[in-house]
Every structure is written in C-alpha cells, then in structure tokens.
C-alpha cells in the first residue's frame, strides 16, 4: 500500500466552521482519535457559549445532551456510561441471556451484537436499519425485502404499507 493511500485509511473526514468568506462549511481530513471521527460546530447565543465555556467537559456535556434528547440514553445507566458494581453484575447475566432477536418476518433467531464495532461490513446496513427503529430481518428476509424508496429501508411487502403511513406522521 502507497504512503498516500495508507494515510487515507487511517484518517476522517471533519466538518468545521463556516469559512467567514463564503460562509460554506469546510472539510478537513485529521486522523482518528477516540473513535469519535466527525467535527460538529454550530451557532448558540452569547450567553449559552459562556454558559458552556464555564462546564470541564463541553463535548461530554453536549453529546450526552443530543443522546438525552433523542432518547438514546442506555437505560441501565441512564446516559452515565456507569453502573454501581451490583447492577453490573445483576444484569450482564440477564443481557447475555436474552442477546437474541427474532427476525420480524420469519421468525429466525439471530444474535444481536453488544457493539458496533462486531458488526462486519456486510451486516452494517442490516443491523444499522434495526437499530435506528426499523424492523430486524435475518439475512435472507432482509436480502429479499425491497428498500423503501423515501428512507432506503429493506420493507417485507406485508408491512410496506404500514411504514408508508409511519412517513406521512
């Protein structure tokens, strides 16, 4: 592999902060830090940009509020990222038992993988669809099932007409 395209595979894209002239946002290319791999910026009021500059941890406190908000905080931890060691242990037996999901159109039972990163690339579009709140398919239903033409979705045919109505709300 050339230096070029080894320095490709390492690093990410990042948006940053509207170029004053044009006012068009600028990418930039850094390396991979943490996997957090894109740079938002946005505008706020004077006063809440005080307000944040004041918090130890502004990018901590700003994704856990985006998460809170979109109601993907872990409902163990409640968006902590920690649990008292009991509950721990309490519940990593019962998350274990029940890491399986069945496949809403023929039933199959799949595991479900505890983190992004076991996901290979091939099942990314599969799982990302049911984790984002769509409907969960085995292999062989979701290779079936045709894709919505409005969210790119995989729809099983008997259920198409139901997530039309989901997109009109």
């Known amino acids: 592999m050339n230096e070029a395209a080894s320095h490709q595979s390492q690093s990410s894209h990042e948006i940053t ?14 390396r991979r ?6 740079l938002v ?32 905080a872990c409902p163990l931890c409640e968006g902590t990222g920690v649990l008292p060691r009991g509950l721990h242990d ?5 998350l274990r038992e029940i890491a399986q999901r069945n496949c ?3 039933g199959r039972s799949e595991p479900l993988p505890t983190s992004p990163a076991e996901i290979p690339a091939e099942e990314r579009p599969r799982l990302e669809q049911f984790f ?26 008997e ?11």
């Open 132 to 157: 984002f709140g769509g409907p969960f398919y085995c292999h062989n239903c979701y290779d079936t099932a045709p894709a919505c033409d409005d969210c790119g979705w995989h729809i099983a045919p």
């Open 33 to 38: 830090r943490g996997g957090k791999t894109v």
């Open 90 to 94: 309490h519940y990593a037996a019962h």
């Open 159 to 169: 259920q198409a007409l139901q997530h039309q109505h989901e997109h009109k709300r």
């Open 41 to 72: 910026a946005f505008k706020v009021e004077q006063e809440l940009a005080r307000v944040l500059d004041q918090l130890p941890n502004k990018s901590d406190f700003i994704r856990r509020a985006i998460i809170a908000q979109l109601n993907m």
């Open 104 to 106: 809403e159109r023929c």
């Open 17 to 30: 902060a509207a170029e004053p002239a044009t006012g068009q946002a600028r990418e930039k290319t850094s």
